[in-house]
C-alpha cells in the first residue's frame, strides 16, 4: 500500500488568493492524481499529474485555475488560484500503484473555505 | 460516458447485516472500489475486486459482481457503530481514473 500526506489539511482564505496544496508520497508510484469533493457531494477528477509533463486536466477544468506540478515520482502539488466561495471543497490527492494488482489510495484531503 | 448511481441512504440496525448496492455503465471498467469516508475524514479503500471476478471476501466485507447487470454490492456483515459512515463505489474509467458515485450514508442503530 501506499501512505499519501497532504498539507495543508484545512485552510480558511480570503477570495482572490491563491493556495498551494502539497501530496507527499511514501513511494514511487506510477499515476498521482487530483480530485475535488464539493461539500455533500461526490468526488470529481481535476486532473491527472504527469511527471516531467503538463497535467491532463479532466473537461471543466482548466491550468489556468489549478495548475499542478510533478517533479518526481512521489511529489505533487496542486493550487487553486484566484480563489472565490465556490472553491470551497475537499480536495484529495490519489494515487494508483499499477502493476497486475492495482489498488487507488487517496490522501486525508485538503478542506479549503473561501471567505 | 460513466456514470456509477447508489442509494443515498441506509439504516441497519447493530449487528445486522449491511449491504449496499452499486451500478455501473463503463462495461470496459478493469476495476471497481469501496472505499470508506468518516466524517471529516478522507477515503479509506475498503476493498475492489477486478472487473473477471464475481465475488470478493475480506474479513466481515463481501463483494459481489455481476457484470452481466453492471451491478456492484458491499455486504458488511455484523454491522458495528464503527461502520456507520459514507461509503462510496467507484469504477475505473481509464488508466487508473476512477469514477464515483453519489455516496450512500450508512446510520448504524443500537
Known amino acids: 500500500s501506499a501512505v499519501i500526506s497532504q498539507k495543508p489539511s484545512r485552510d480558511i482564505c480570503q477570495r482572490g488568493t491563491s493556495l498551494t496544496i502539497q501530496c507527499q508520497v511514501d513511494?514511487?508510484?506510477?499515476?498521482m492524481f487530483w480530485y475535488r469533493q464539493q461539500p455533500g457531494q461526490s468526488l470529481t477528477l481535476i486532473a491527472t499529474?504527469?511527471?516531467?509533463?503538463?497535467?491532463?486536466?479532466e473537461s471543466g477544468f482548466v491550468i489556468d485555475k489549478f495548475p499542478i506540478s510533478r517533479p518526481n515520482l512521489t511529489f505533487s502539488t496542486l493550487t487553486v488560484s484566484n480563489m472565490s466561495p465556490e472553491d470551497s471543497s475537499i480536495y484529495l490527492c490519489?494515487?494508483?500503484?499499477?502493476?497486475?494488482?492495482?489498488?487507488?489510495?487517496f490522501g486525508q484531503g485538503t478542506r479549503l473555505t473561501v471567505v | 460516458g460513466e456514470d456509477v448511481e447508489q442509494s443515498l441512504f441506509l439504516s441497519v440496525r447493530e449487528g445486522d447485516s449491511s449491504v449496499i448496492n452499486c451500478t455501473y455503465t463503463d462495461s470496459s471498467s478493469t476495476y471497481l472500489y469501496w472505499y470508506k469516508q468518516e466524517p471529516g475524514a478522507g477515503l479509506q479503500l475498503l476493498t475492489y475486486?477486478?472487473?473477471?471476478?464475481d465475488m470478493k471476501q475480506d474479513q466481515r466485507l463481501t463483494v459481489l459482481l455481476n457484470k452481466k447487470d453492471k451491478h456492484l454490492s458491499l455486504r458488511i456483515a455484523d454491522t458495528q457503530t464503527g461502520d456507520s459512515a459514507i461509503y462510496f463505489c467507484a469504477e475505473s474509467i481509464s488508466d487508473y481514473k476512477l469514477s464515483f458515485g453519489a455516496g450512500t450514508t450508512v446510520t448504524v442503530r443500537a
Open positions: 490519489s494515487v494508483a500503484t499499477g502493476g497486475s494488482d492495482t489498488e487507488a489510495f
Open positions: 499529474a504527469n511527471q516531467g509533463s503538463e497535467a491532463t486536466y
Open positions: 513511494s514511487q508510484v506510477t499515476m
Open positions: 475486486i477486478f472487473s473477471n471476478m
